[in-house]
């Protein structure tokens, strides 16, 4: 009988704990910033070990702009199709949450080229995803600044030229356009400024100094599930490839950046 009753409680608490568990369905836009490390695997890992289910596509071409994901066949086939039900796999759904990431310098340019290059034909893609989910949240991909700022432009537009510089006005343009299409944020330029910080010493970007290192993309993935769940980062079981303290480390600045202030990246307040 007690076996049973073991059994019996097993049953109630797989049963309560699925119940519980969140899906959300994200459907990545942008370029090598998302496929480097796989960040959409990085964030399943981390959903999974909190007990809840992502379920991921991309559309990513390395150096792609949202203006050329607008026309490309792949991507607005993928709006379309959404996704298919968790539990059947048949029937079509809308993607809960799409993350738009511009290539990473056209945002760091003069507010005209901004408008021009960014702001128009963003409207434009956010118009497609809402006709075909009209029930999905768009999500920023706010990126960073170059290591050392992007020298090729330093007698073009100086203020591109050092990390603060690009850094800064990657985050304003970000924040802007969030705010004009009623998106979320989700500050990965702002943790990866405060890890800069406090832990100088963890490398966040790749030999190039402009992907992410695999602590990048950490960082980028905490980020991105504190977004979408809401829960504190802190809680976080899944170190991927980095060691548990740095991993620690990371999650403890995205608490202080995303989850302490989860009203002013959801509600633009």
Known sequence: MRVFNTFLLLI????????????KKVLFIGNSYIYYNNLP?????????????????????????LKQHFTDTNTINKIKKGTQDYNNNKARMDWDYVVLQEQSTLLSYPDDAV??????????????????????????YMTWGRKNGDKSRC????????????????????TLLAKKENGLLSPVGQVWNQLREKFPLLELYNADESHPSESGSYAAACSFYTILFGKDPVAIKYNYTLKPEIA??????????????????????
């Open 12 to 23: 109630i608490f797989s049963a309560t704990k699925a119940q519980d568990a969140s899906i």
């Open 41 to 65: 695997q990085i964030c399943v890992g981390i959903a999974a070990s909190m007990g809840d289910v992502l379920i991921t596509d991309q559309s990513t071409v390395g150096g792609y702009s």
């Open 115 to 140: 408008e021009r290059n960014v702001f128009t034909y963003v409207h434009y893609l956010d118009s497609t995803i809402t006709k075909y989910n009209p029930t999905s949240k768009k999500i920023f």
């Open 155 to 174: 007698a073009t537009w100086p203020p591109a030229c050092t990390y603060k510089g690009m850094d800064s006005i990657i985050a304003l343009n970000y």
């Open 248 to 269: 620690a480390d990371i999650r403890k600045v995205v608490q202080q950046v995303v989850y302490n202030n989860l009203s002013k990246w959801i509600n633009g307040n």
